[in-house]
């Protein structure tokens, strides 16, 4: 298949515990767009969840050890592990195959890269400019999935109190530090508090308020190609 992107693309990050409302962001900065680029929201674990729900329809675009490998994280809470970065990197192309992903467009990630491993593996794909970090408390994030704040998590079957608490103390052990391993790598970070009743509309005009007094230098000074 023609490609109309060649790696790395250029990249946002969204980082924040399950609930926060990294998925509804992506949505909007997709719509919008992101300091002047026409944006791409990778929702990783929902391109994980469509892989097995397409199954008939796309017999062939994972083996069933592919498959296998993608069940188990989701009914587990587990992470994808280097060994299986290439599996990642077939999911992530696929997607932008997808959106009609061209150079000059923005990708903004979500769910992918989850740890320093992944990190390493992705600066063949994308070049994280900026982050965004959604910081929530864990009595909030138990309390945006109750009531569901964010709108984005009916038909929801991984929400349990089990699979959830695995999954925050997954986020601090293995994915906060992606801050730290970003900051170091001179991406600007965004950090945004949320709570148990903010909405989505208040974190996109925080979010562009911050990034239009702010913008990440690498990003703004790299024009678009056409």
Known sequence: MHKNHIYPVDAVLL?????????????RLACSGFLGRKAH???????????LIEIP???SLYSSDELRIIRGVLDQGLLLENEHFPLAGK???NELDRFGFRSGDLLILNGIPRHTGQAHDMAKIATIHALVVLDCSADAVYCRLRE?????????????VELVQKKLALFHERTRPLIEHFSHMRSKVY???????TKIDEISTLLSSLAAGDPPI???TK???R
Do not use: E, M, W, Y
Request: no cysteine; charged share 20%; hydrophobic share 30%.
């Open 223 to 225: 024009p678009p190609q």
């Open 91 to 93: 999911i992530i192309d």
């Open 57 to 59: 329809q796309s017999p």
């Open 41 to 51: 929201h990778l929702d990783f674990g929902h391109a994980l969840r469509s892989a």
């Open 15 to 27: 980082l924040g515990p399950t609930g926060v409302g990294k998925s509804p962001l992506g949505n």
């Open 218 to 220: 690498s990003l703004v």
């Open 148 to 160: 569901n704040t964010g709108g984005d998590r009916n038909f929801r079957h991984d929400d349990g």
């Open 191 to 197: 950090l945004i508090s949320v709570d148990d009743r």
